[in-house]
């Protein structure tokens, strides 16, 4: 059975950096692409960043391009996100996943099969 927990979030000033962590279970942590998503109250959750098992293969949504960063590890199975120049609008509950479904690397949760539960990362103004 294969366990996501993330951990990393908290509050912190517009500006300010958080780097979030994503440490999976068992053996096939390297076998996965691992998404990055966040949902904020009463919106949709959506997709921020997503890297391929071999990490050679990166997506990052428009509104955090250039402030955050993916990055894996499959010997720790580990896989971080850093967040930089945070505002008030990343807000949300962060969750990291694994795609089950399909050979791309999709930024839609529907192709994912396995999720974290969540880590809250709140940014004052």
């Known amino acids: 059975q294969v366990q996501l927990v993330e951990s990393g979030g908290g509050l912190v000033q517009a500006g300010g950096s958080l780097r979030l962590s994503c440490v999976g279970s068992?053996?096939?942590?390297?076998?996965?692409?691992v998404g990055w998503f966040r949902q904020a109250p009463g919106k949709e959750r959506e997709f921020v960043a997503g890297m391929k098992w071999l990490g050679d293969s990166t997506l990052v949504a428009d509104p955090v391009k250039g402030r955050f960063t993916i990055s894996r590890d499959n010997n720790k199975n580990t896989a971080w996100l850093q967040m930089n120049s945070l505002k008030p609008e990343d807000t949300a509950v962060y969750y990291c996943?694994?795609?089950?479904?399909?050979?791309?690397?999709?930024?839609?949760?529907?192709?994912?099969?396995?999720w974290g539960q969540g880590t809250q990362v709140t940014v004052s103004s």
């Open positions: 996943a694994f795609q089950t479904t399909g050979l791309d690397l999709y930024p839609d949760p529907a192709y994912y099969g396995h």
């Open positions: 068992g053996r096939t942590f390297s076998r996965y692409t």
